[in-house]
């Protein structure tokens, strides 16, 4: 890294070049914490599912996926010999989103958006992207809305019993089961339906890393003594979502806490904000100002950057794979204004950003392996399923991610893994979900 680029950095307390196996047993440690009931970072949702032994045949379910401003819902049918196909797929607003609406409004308006999936099964896998308290039925107790959603009274409701109401106020038939997940829940139950030979893996993770960043994993079956107590905290296997973006204990820039302060919940989500995709672009902007302003650029080249408008990560990741694309903000400064200096100072500075998430995700993965307990042979590892547009498009961020799992999984713990992708991911996932 050019000496100016590493000073500049080291100055303002950013490390790029995280310790992937330190971070990783801090997370390790929270999120056991967590298990035992401890104070910790990280929630550690118990979700009382687990991937399927036998694949699904002959059956049908209602599958919604409702996160941010969108709902989606689509029927997924799995024929005799257990291959899925999804018809019926229709994408709308997220209810709450345009105005605030009362509980029984909220729930009107989603049984309105399955109008066209009416009676076609009787079981719906409902993945909704916010946080939740899983019950052992199933059901979902709703903890909050992001800021995109309005609906207060809908918070601390039981998400499926409140959709079954109202799905037979419109004339359905009874709904036999309404299974709430999250979106790595879904990703981990896919992972498993790809395996094939069920022998091939032995544990489970899922992986997001898109607008936002989250991982779950299969928890084996474990019991906890505390010596300060004579009660024993049995775990029986289960997948767990850990709402790993929450968790604190980690080096934060002098950026990281300039732009915490600009959020909706500053204090919160330390994790997250340094590798997923809503935030890599407005921490890149803040960096690049600081750099401009402190004479890492020449004089036409920093005033540029000082005006610019906040970048999204879009922006920045052009510039990643092609520095002198014109049809970017920062490459069109490169190829108009910009000194040779300039866009190697410019490269090096983001490329420390995407550096960073790619060490991020590696601990997070490596700490989830870990607490599986598998993994120790090469012919049975852990399958990884990954999803998101900031793990596989970002300028990087996968194929460094790969290197440092092989680094401190393979190489340091002797754990093997394996990261595996699949087509609807997630509408795969939740129509599992639906049928346990």
């Known amino acids: 890294m050019n000496t100016t680029v590493s000073s500049f950095l080291m100055k303002h307390n950013f490390v790029n ?21 401890q104070p910790s970072d990280q929630d550690m949702i118990h979700t009382f599912c687990n991937p399927p032994k036998d694949t699904a045949k002959n059956q049908s379910v209602i599958v919604i996926d409702a996160g941010g401003t969108n709902f989606r819902s689509c029927l997924v049918t799995f024929d005799a010999a257990g291959v899925p196909s999804i018809s019926d797929m229709e994408k709308t607003r997220m209810p709450g989103v345009e105005r605030e609406l009362s509980r029984k409004e909220f729930f009107e308006q989603i049984a309105q958006n399955l109008e066209h ?18 019950q052992n039925d199933g059901d979902g107790i709703l903890l909050g809305f992001s800021k995109e959603v309005k609906a207060p009274e809908v918070v601390g409701s039981k998400v499926g019993e409140c959709l079954k109401a109202a799905l037979a106020e419109h004339g359905w038939n009874t709904i036999k089961q309404v299974t709430m997940c999250n979106d790595t829940t879904s990703a981990l139950l896919a992972g498993a339906a790809t395996a094939g030979d069920t022998h091939r893996y032995s544990s489970y993770i899922g992986y997001i890393l898109g607008t936002g960043m989250n991982a779950a994993y299969l ?70 100002q600081t750099a401009a302003k402190e004479g890492l650029f020449s004089e036409k080249m920093a ?30 400064l490169a190829c108009e204004i910009a000194t040779e200096q300039d866009c190697d100072i410019l490269f090096q500075l983001l490329d420390a950003i995407v550096e960073r998430s790619a060490r991020c995700s590696a601990a997070i993965l490596s700490a989830c392996a870990i607490q599986t307990g598998a993994g120790k042979n090469a012919s049975n590892p852990i399958c990884i399923l990954c999803n998101g547009t900031t793990f596989y ?27 595996v992708s699949a087509e609807n991911d997630i509408t795969l996932g939740t129509a599992i979900a639906g049928l346990i």
Not at 402 to 414: A, F, I, M, P, Q
């Open 117 to 134: 999936l009416k009676n076609k099964s009787d079981r719906i896998g409902f993945c909704f992207s916010y946080p939740m308290e899983i």
């Open 303 to 332: 005033a540029e950057l000082v005006k610019m408008e906040p970048l999204t990560l879009i922006e920045m990741d052009k510039y990643l794979h092609s520095p002198y694309n014109k049809d970017c903000v920062l490459g069109k």
């Open 219 to 288: 928890q084996p079956a474990t019991r906890h003594c505390e010596e300060s107590s004579d009660e024993a905290i049995q775990i029986d296997k289960q997948i767990i979502v850990c709402e790993s973006g929450k968790y604190k204990n980690i080096n934060r820039s002098d950026f990281d806490i300039e732009f915490d302060k600009t959020t909706v919940k500053p204090g919160s989500f330390f994790l997250e904000k340094q590798c997923s995709g809503a935030y890599l672009g407005p921490v890149s902007t803040i960096i690049l």
């Open 17 to 37: 070049h995280i310790d992937v196996l330190a971070l990783a047993q801090g997370i390790l440690d929270d999120m056991r914490r967590g298990l035992k009931k």
């Open 393 to 419: 498009k970002t300028y990087k961020v996968r194929e460094r991610t790969y290197g440092y799992l092989d680094e401190v999984l393979t190489n340091k713990l002797g754990i093997f893994w394996d990261i």
